[in-house]
DNA sequence: GAGCACTGC
């Protein structure tokens, strides 16, 4: 019945209306003035409201990189790092790697010069193992905190405890409302005054400030009743709007790859019934397994008498930003990690989103000018959503985390202030593993030199048991390519829709019996020699040259790490090879495999499905894997990269 | 026959 009704009936106005508003530059004296009174300040500002862009640069003329101090500008992804910096420089009227520079991994650009320095939050915590009181920096601001990544929370919490020690450091953390006071709670601990007026809650510790954002008010409008299949009432809603209102881009939320594809062809059959004379639809996808090349197609400026849609998945929520869009089209779920303690397996699920996100997503329509959100949703159903998104702290698998955290030299996790304490049965699991693989004692202790080493690679716990083990199996060249490939989680191939058989032909190829990981053995292997890092030849054979050449990256990183720890790698890949037996080799790359991944090892059953060696749980292999046969549903994600080659030993387990 | 939101060292 929904989904016949006319929209404009079918879609009440929501009662709120944001405000539109100023620019930063009139609050230049009371940011300064907090920044200098108080060792937190907490700044609530929409995106547009220039804190990222502006701020560094009055800190840096108020005086605070004198004496050759630093202050460091954190983001939670590399390119937001590497453009603001970009933005910055131009702005200073300087070189990026001069006054302001960023520190993402495998690109520093920065030099003794640089005062301003931009770097993702997991940078910034490797630079705490170093220097840790981090005492380079006068200013710390972490941007973007209230998304509340696993790397900002630690961050967030090694800060905390570092004003203790370094009372004149200055930290500014970035918030939307919502969170602003849970912010200035966590650092003001005690000192917190919950029955003051608003502008004393800090005490001596900090205060919060709100900066308007450069926003135009954004009608929402939601369903009456709700909507059976939204991706159909979705579609529907794209040609209500192309058909009712005034010109503008259309930017639709879904939750995957799936639903997007689909819903492309939907609007491109239903376009070509368009009138001649009304203006066109151009629609677009927009998800992270696209390659760069079919994301940029979204940024190029809309057509003459055409009327852009792109459908999106929550990429478009925090990570890109589209000009021109004026209507926003929310489905009201997004897929997120979640962690079952319970079996050690993360998934990927479709849930509600909260109202920070939907607030979020509606904010996408009024950059440019007035827009409209329409909710795919009722009002009520809005109302019964929860206020923000739980922390990936709280739903992921946290033994890196820990790992990371005795790195540090926080050896008690438990009592590690955390902004979100993870819940108890992430912990009790994250240590079963982690003692399991060798990395601690009895007493939760770091093992030397294995914990400790562990804790010093950048690969999963899992993965570091495996490299650390690799030269008693002889195969550590051999592992470094796999850590190094599996470290690109699934983004070996390009995806290729139209010619899936092609695409399938293009991967056996490379296929080996033994499996996914000798699979990616191989098509290193290929793409040094052969290939000779060559993008043509990638593309001919359907792999991702970008993904390939990060692999050489990570591979290169992951054995100067070895080195350091004064690992001898003996690069097999020419000269010795002919030497050792091919399936002997093979059998060793498994065993050492198996000495991080037992936990996921699996038994494969005559239908084809899997039953883990531990628990009896019966699972599928993922349709990525060579291990794929008949499945009905689907298989966690995370375990692809683990378990898969181990099947056969699982066997002889078995 | 069927699939994977996003980020990071």
Same mark, same amino acid.
């Given at each position: 019945?929904? !989904?016949e009704q006319?929209?404009?009936?079918s879609?009440?106005?929501?009662?709120?209306k944001?405000a539109?508003?100023?620019p930063i530059?009139?609050?230049?004296?009371s940011?300064l003035y907090?920044?200098e009174?108080?060792?937190?300040?907490?700044?609530?500002g929409? *995106?547009?409201?220039?804190?990222?862009?502006?701020?560094?640069?009055?800190?840096?003329?108020?005086?605070w990189?004198?004496?050759g101090k630093l202050?460091?500008?954190?983001?939670p992804?590399? %390119?937001?790092?590497?453009t603001?910096?970009?933005? %910055?420089?131009?702005?200073?009227?300087?070189?990026?790697?001069?006054?302001?520079?960023? !520190?993402?991994?495998?690109? &520093?650009?920065?030099?003794?010069e640089?005062?301003?320095?931009?770097?993702? &939050?997991g940078?910034l915590?490797?630079?705490?193992l170093?220097?840790p009181l981090?005492?380079?920096y006068?200013?710390?601001?972490v &941007?973007?905190?209230?998304?509340r990544?696993?790397?900002?929370?630690?961050?967030l919490g090694?800060?905390?405890?570092?004003i203790k020690k370094?009372?004149?450091?200055r930290?500014?953390?970035s918030?939307?409302t919502?969170?602003?006071?849970?912010?200035?709670?966590?650092?003001?601990?005690?000192?917190?005054?919950?029955?003051?007026?608003?502008?004393?809650l800090?005490?001596?510790?900090g205060?919060?400030i709100?900066?308007e954002g450069?926003?135009?008010? %954004?009608?929402?409008?939601?369903l009456?009743?709700?909507?059976?299949d939204?991706v159909?009432?979705?579609?529907?809603?794209?040609?209500?709007?192309?058909?009712?209102?005034?010109?503008?881009?259309i930017?639709?939320?879904?939750?995957g790859?799936e639903e997007?594809?689909?819903?492309?062809?939907?609007?491109?059959?239903?376009a070509a019934?368009?009138?001649?004379?009304?203006?066109?639809l151009?629609?677009l996808?927009?998800?992270?397994g696209?390659? *760069?090349?079919?994301?940029?197609?979204v940024?190029e400026? *809309?057509?003459q008498?055409?009327?852009?849609? #792109?459908?999106?998945?929550?990429i478009?929520?925090?990570?890109? *930003?589209?000009?021109?869009?004026?209507?926003v089209?929310?489905?009201?779920?997004?897929?997120?990690?979640?962690? @079952?303690? !319970?079996? $050690?397996?993360?998934?990927?699920?479709a849930?509600?989103i909260?109202?920070?996100s939907a607030?979020?997503?509606?904010?996408?329509? $009024?950059r440019?000018r007035? $827009?409209?959100?329409f909710?795919?949703?009722?009002q009520?159903?809005?109302?019964?959503?929860?206020?923000a998104?739980?922390?990936?702290i709280?739903?992921?698998n946290?033994?890196?985390?820990v790992?990371?955290?005795?790195?540090?030299?926080?050896?008690n996790?438990?009592?590690? &202030?955390f902004l979100?304490s993870?819940?108890?049965?992430?912990?009790?699991?994250?240590?079963?593993?982690?003692?399991?693989?060798?990395a601690?004692?009895?007493?939760?202790?770091?093992?030397?030199?294995l914990?400790?080493?562990?804790?010093?690679l950048?690969v999963?716990?899992?993965?570091?048991?495996?490299?650390?083990?690799?030269?008693m199996f002889?195969c550590?060249?051999?592992?470094?390519?796999?850590a190094?490939?599996v470290?690109?989680?699934?983004?070996?191939w390009?995806?290729?829709?139209?010619?899936?058989?092609?695409?399938e !032909?293009?991967r056996?190829?490379?296929?080996?019996?033994?499996?996914?990981?000798l699979?990616y053995?191989?098509?290193y292997q290929?793409?040094v020699?052969?290939?000779?890092?060559d993008s043509?030849w990638?593309?001919?054979?359907l792999?991702?040259?970008?993904?390939?050449l990060r692999?050489v990256?990570?591979?290169?990183?992951?054995?100067r790490y070895?080195?350091?720890?004064?690992?001898?790698?003996?690069e097999?890949l020419?000269?010795r090879?002919?030497?050792v @037996?091919?399936?002997?080799?093979?059998?060793?790359i498994?065993?050492?495999l198996?000495t991080?991944?037992?936990a996921h090892a699996?038994?494969?059953?005559?239908?084809g499905t899997?039953?883990? %060696?531990?628990?009896?749980?019966?699972?599928?292999?993922?349709?990525?894997?060579?291990?794929?046969?008949? #499945?009905?549903s689907t298989?966690?994600s995370s375990?692809?990269?683990?378990?898969?080659?181990?099947?056969r030993i699982g066997?002889q387990?078995?």
């Amino acid at each position: 019945m929904a !989904s016949e009704q006319d929209f404009s009936t079918s879609f009440i106005p929501a009662l709120y209306k944001p405000a539109s508003l100023l620019p930063i530059a009139r609050h230049k004296a009371s940011l300064l003035y907090l920044v200098e009174t108080y060792p937190v300040t907490i700044v609530v500002g929409q *995106t547009g409201s220039g804190k990222t862009t502006q701020l560094p640069q009055y800190l840096h003329q108020a005086g605070w990189c004198e004496d050759g101090k630093l202050i460091a500008v954190t983001q939670p992804r590399r %390119v937001a790092a590497t453009t603001v910096a970009t933005r %910055v420089a131009e702005e200073m009227r300087c070189k990026v790697g001069e006054a302001v520079g960023y !520190s993402i991994r495998f690109e &520093d650009l920065t030099s003794a010069e640089t005062r301003v320095k931009f770097l993702t &939050d997991g940078m910034l915590l490797r630079e705490a193992l170093v220097d840790p009181l981090l005492s380079r920096y006068s200013v710390i601001m972490v &941007d973007e905190a209230h998304e509340r990544s696993l790397s900002t929370d630690v961050l967030l919490g090694i800060l905390k405890k570092i004003i203790k020690k370094r009372p004149e450091l200055r930290i500014i953390v970035s918030s939307a409302t919502l969170q602003a006071e849970e912010f200035l709670k966590f650092f003001a601990g005690d000192e917190y005054q919950p029955d003051a007026e608003p502008a004393d809650l800090g005490g001596k510790v900090g205060r919060i400030i709100s900066l308007e954002g450069r926003m135009y008010p %954004v009608d929402t409008l939601f369903l009456e009743a709700p909507a059976e299949d939204y991706v159909e009432r979705a579609v529907k809603t794209v040609f209500d709007i192309h058909n009712q209102e005034e010109e503008g881009d259309i930017l639709v939320f879904l939750t995957g790859r799936e639903e997007i594809d689909r819903t492309i062809q939907l609007v491109s059959e239903r376009a070509a019934s368009l009138h001649p004379k009304t203006p066109s639809l151009l629609p677009l996808p927009l998800y992270a397994g696209l390659t *760069t090349d079919q994301q940029m197609y979204v940024f190029e400026p *809309t057509p003459q008498n055409t009327r852009k849609v #792109i459908v999106s998945t929550n990429i478009a929520e925090a990570s890109v *930003t589209i000009d021109g869009i004026v209507y926003v089209i929310d489905c009201g779920f997004a897929k997120l990690r979640a962690y @079952d303690p !319970s079996t $050690g397996i993360e998934t990927l699920t479709a849930v509600p989103i909260s109202k920070a996100s939907a607030t979020q997503r509606a904010g996408r329509a $009024g950059r440019t000018r007035p $827009g409209k959100c329409f909710r795919l949703y009722t009002q009520t159903t809005h109302e019964q959503l929860p206020e923000a998104t739980v922390p990936e702290i709280q739903r992921s698998n946290i033994a890196p985390i820990v790992m990371q955290l005795k790195a540090l030299g926080i050896d008690n996790i438990v009592r590690f &202030d955390f902004l979100t304490s993870p819940p108890a049965e992430l912990v009790i699991r994250a240590f079963e593993l982690l003692f399991s693989l060798g990395a601690v004692d009895d007493y939760a202790k770091l093992t030397k030199p294995l914990g400790t080493r562990m804790a010093e690679l950048a690969v999963e716990p899992m993965m570091a048991k495996v490299l650390l083990a690799a030269p008693m199996f002889k195969c550590l060249s051999e592992i470094l390519t796999i850590a190094a490939m599996v470290s690109l989680q699934g983004t070996v191939w390009v995806q290729d829709h139209d010619n899936k058989k092609a695409a399938e !032909s293009h991967r056996r190829k490379f296929a080996v019996e033994e499996g996914d990981h000798l699979t990616y053995l191989n098509v290193y292997q290929a793409f040094v020699t052969k290939g000779k890092k060559d993008s043509k030849w990638c593309r001919d054979h359907l792999l991702n040259y970008r993904a390939l050449l990060r692999a050489v990256s990570i591979r290169g990183q992951l054995k100067r790490y070895l080195e350091r720890f004064g690992i001898q790698v003996e690069e097999t890949l020419s000269s010795r090879q002919e030497t050792v @037996d091919p399936t002997r080799q093979a059998q060793q790359i498994q065993r050492c495999l198996t000495t991080g991944y037992f936990a996921h090892a699996a038994k494969m059953q005559p239908d084809g499905t899997f039953k883990t %060696v531990s628990g009896g749980l019966t699972l599928h292999a993922h349709p990525s894997s060579l291990m794929f046969v008949s #499945i009905m549903s689907t298989f966690p994600s995370s375990l692809n990269t683990g378990l898969l080659t181990l099947l056969r030993i699982g066997k002889q387990i078995g």
